[in-house]
T-cell receptor, first 114, second 115 residues
Framework: GNSVTQMEGPVTLSEEAFLTINCTYT??????LFWYVQYPGEGLQLLLK?????DKGSNKGFEATYRKETTSFHLEKGSVQVSDSAVYFC?????????????FGKGTHLIIQP | EPEVTQTPSHQVTQMGQEVILRCVPI?????FYWYRQILGQKVEFLVS????????KSEIFDDQFSVERPDGSNFTLKIRSTKLEDSAMYFC?????????????FGPGTRLLVL
């Protein structure tokens, strides 16, 4: 079956630090990959996505590249802000068998200190 | 910007009671979903719904769960006889088109507490 593994937090960084949140996946078909973000008290918001190998998704200074050879989709940001504090979820949806429910990782709680 | 809405935001119920969670997906979206997130755990897929029928369901979605689109706007999740372990945040999501790679847009969630 499909699965997503991401580093567990909390991850605590200082403002303007470089961020990497690792995400690796297993899938039976040709997955599309997503990063969702959940701010305190809110629902899940799409941060970025990539639908095929070597695609790079980007938004709000965050980037992630779909690496088929390493089955990874690591999230990066060059300079984090306090407002980036949230829980980040890596997820995939697979092409096989009509399955269209997202498979999520456990989430990474990011804390940015001023 | 269109968004998915859910009501209520919080619900407390007694074990064995029926609950109905409501969602209004984004207008003109075709695919609808329910997910749940038990406190401290990952978000889990429950069911997808398309063309007025269930498209896919997970092993979590057993006979105590049902979904319905009673009119042109609402999408509901019913839990017939709640258990303590049903306590979770329930998210509704919708997707516009037929491509599996298209984005699913999530609502803010309903926090269900079963006592």
């Amino acid at each position: 079956g499909n699965s997503v593994t991401q580093m567990e937090g909390p991850v605590t960084l200082s403002e303007e630090a470089f961020l990497t949140i690792n995400c690796t996946y297993t899938a039976t078909g040709y997955p599309s990959l997503f990063w969702y973000v959940q701010y305190p008290g809110e629902g899940l918001q799409l941060l970025l996505k990539a639908t095929k190998a070597d695609d790079k998704g980007s938004n709000k200074g965050f980037e992630a590249t779909y690496r088929k050879e390493t089955t990874s989709f690591h999230l990066e940001k060059g300079s984090v802000q306090v407002s980036d504090s949230a829980v980040y979820f890596c997820a995939l949806v697979d092409s096989g068998g009509g399955a269209d429910g997202l498979t999520f990782g456990k989430g990474t709680h990011l804390i940015i200190q001023p | 910007e269109p968004e998915v809405t859910q009501t209520p935001s919080h619900q407390v119920t007694q074990m064995g009671q029926e609950v109905i969670l409501r969602c209004v997906p984004i207008s003109n979206h075709l695919y609808f979903y329910w997910y749940r997130q038990i406190l401290g755990q990952k978000v889990e897929f429950l069911v997808s719904f398309y063309n007025n029928e269930i498209s896919e369901k997970s092993e979590i979605f057993d006979d105590q769960f049902s979904v319905e689109r009673p009119d042109g706007s609402n999408f509901t999740l019913k839990i017939r006889s709640t258990k303590l372990e049903d306590s979770a945040m329930y998210f509704c999501a919708s997707r516009a088109g037929t491509g599996y790679q298209e984005t699913q847009y999530f609502g803010p969630g309903t926090r269900l507490l079963v006592l």
